[in-house]
């Protein structure tokens, strides 16, 4: 049963650029596939180099991008591509709330974790969450 249809783009742009890295930061994934967010809302891109989806799953090895204000309301889903001034960054691998309410960690899967300088972010750059495009069968 398909359960998911056609979806917009999120847009945000970042508010602050950070710069650290960890390899003992314990994330752990929430049970989630997809969050809701809303305009207004401000947000930490974290990448990683993980790849266990299990809800639960610690994350360790991260780095920070920054934080981001959501342009429009809508839904991320995890595999959902995440752009940074029109490049790709990753994929959205998951989420963890241990700031929630204030702000949800995204989790982006990369194939190095990355912080904000070394790709090059800076306040006001466009970052977009978009739908995986899924090649036809």
Do not use: Q
């Amino acid at each position: 049963m398909l359960e998911d249809g056609d979806k917009r783009a999120v847009g945000s742009r970042v508010v602050k650029v950070l710069v650290h890295r960890r390899d003992d930061r314990g994330m752990s994934l929430e049970p989630y596939a997809s969050r809701c967010v809303r305009r207004g809302e401000v947000h930490e891109l974290v990448t990683t180099d993980h790849h266990d989806t299990t809800p639960g799953a610690r994350v360790d090895r991260v780095a920070f991008l920054g934080f981001v204000e959501i342009a429009n309301a809508g839904v991320i889903d995890r595999g959902d591509e995440v752009w940074c001034d029109g490049g790709l960054v990753g994929t959205v691998l998951g989420f963890d709330a241990c700031h929630h309410p204030n702000h949800y960690n995204i989790l982006i899967s990369t194939p190095t974790p990355r912080t904000g300088p070394e790709l090059g972010l800076r306040p006001e750059m466009g970052v977009v969450f978009s739908p995986a495009v899924v090649p036809a069968v």
